[in-house]
């Protein structure tokens, strides 16, 4: 069955770098989308990205844009999101998820409360923090 693992998170400095890993498993990845999101205490989660195999990466956020870079690797069925310049509201955990339906449409299926994505990962924490 379609599996997602997140990894990588931690505490970091502010101004500090993390790059978080989604392993993926259960389907070809070649074929899906992969959306990051987050969730900060006490807040809704929102989307911070997407990256398909045919389109250029979408960023949800303004205040990540130009910070973090979305990438995936087909042949080793991993997706990445960097970020770099960590600021302390980017403190959150951190999903990645996917759906059949970005098969045929990419990320035009995702919308920030992620509602059409199926498959989910357990989520990675982020700790931006002096």
């Known amino acids: 069955q379609v599996q997602l693992v997140e990894s990588g998170g931690g505490l970091v400095q502010p101004g500090g770098s993390l790059t978080l890993s989604c392993a993926a498993s259960?389907?070809?990845?070649?074929?899906?989308?992969i959306a990051w999101f987050r969730q900060a205490p006490g807040k809704e989660r929102e989307g911070v990205s997407c990256?398909?195999?045919?389109?250029?990466?979408?960023y949800y956020l303004d205040s990540v844009k130009g910070r973090f870079t979305t990438s995936k690797d087909n042949s080793k069925t991993m997706a990445y999101l960097q970020m770099n310049g960590l600021k302390p509201e980017d403190t959150a955990v951190y999903y990645c998820?996917?759906?059949?339906?970005?098969?045929?449409?990419?990320?035009?299926?995702?919308?920030?409360?992620?509602?059409?994505?199926?498959?989910w990962g357990q989520g990675t924490l982020v700790t931006v923090s002096s």
């Open positions: 998820a996917t759906s059949r339906l970005t098969r045929d449409s990419g990320c035009s299926v995702v919308t920030t409360d992620g509602k059409w994505l199926e498959h």
């Open positions: 259960g389907f070809t990845l070649d074929y899906y989308a």
């Open positions: 990256i398909s195999s045919w389109e250029v990466p979408k």
